[in-house]
């Protein structure tokens, strides 16, 4: 059974922090590692990975993927109140011989505080 | 990336009835994806739809309780049956552009 898990499933720190968030993952036929930020109710794309040890990078966000340990993180620096979410990590496989994707396999979610 | 609306944002609905939620893309995609969030829930799969072919339901979810339309390359429905508290939960729509998966807006479906 494919399974993607996170950790840690919550987290309360201060503004101006660093935050690091983890995600590793047990599947077969691997396509990418998508992370997401969902506020209310439509999850918001951050970003996609498919190789290992090449950081993705958007503001004060960033993500690396490694695929012989099977595992991503997505490093927050300088936080601020308005990055309170919760950080969903999804796993997209690959079907066939085509290379056609299937839906995502999501984790349960970070729940990502930042205090003032 | 790519613009996608859903219709209705939310409803409330009594035991026993249907709902029709649609979703629409700004651009033609092969691939639409519809997703369950249940309350305090993560995101779970519910059926791939793609034009011209039956959508294809993952486990646990049957056509019967949630049939699905995909008549362009544009625009899917779907429906969730004789609905039961059970159901009340967040509905995603999505659609994969360039390998990357973008979601609605989302319906919060409340069943009374």
């Known amino acids: 059974e494919d399974k993607v898990v996170q950790s840690p499933l919550s987290l309360v720190v201060h503004e101006g922090d660093t935050v690091t968030l983890n995600c590793s993952y047990e599947?077969?036929?691997?396509?990418?590692l998508l992370w997401y930020k969902q506020e209310k109710k439509a999850p918001t794309f951050l970003f996609m990975l498919t190789s290992s040890g090449i950081e993705k990078k958007s503001g004060r966000l960033s993500s690396i993927l490694d695929k012989k340990e099977l595992f991503s993180i997505l490093n927050i620096t300088a936080t601020q109140t308005g990055d309170s979410a919760v950080y969903l990590c999804a796993v997209a496989l690959t079907l066939g011989a085509g290379g056609g994707a299937d839906g995502l396999t999501f984790g349960k979610g970070t729940h990502l505080i930042i205090q003032p | 990336s790519a613009v996608i609306s859903q219709k209705p944002s939310r409803d409330i609905c009594q035991r026993g009835t249907s709902l029709t939620i649609q979703c629409q893309v700004d651009?033609?995609?092969?691939?639409m994806f519809w997703y369950r969030q249940q309350p305090g829930q993560s995101l779970t799969l519910i059926a791939t739809?793609?034009?011209?072919?039956?959508?294809?339901?993952e486990s646990g979810f049957v056509i019967d309780k949630f049939p699905i339309s995909r008549p362009n390359l544009t625009f899917s429905t779907l429906t969730v049956s004789n609905m039961s508290p059970e159901d009340s939960s967040i509905y995603l729509c999505?659609?994969?552009?360039?390998?990357?998966?973008?979601f609605g807006p989302g319906t919060r479906l409340t069943v009374t």
């Open positions: 599947v077969t036929n691997f396509r990418s």
């Open positions: 739809a793609n034009q011209g072919s039956e959508a294809t339901y």
């Open positions: 999505s659609v994969e552009v360039h390998y990357e998966q973008y």
């Open positions: 651009s033609q995609v092969t691939m």
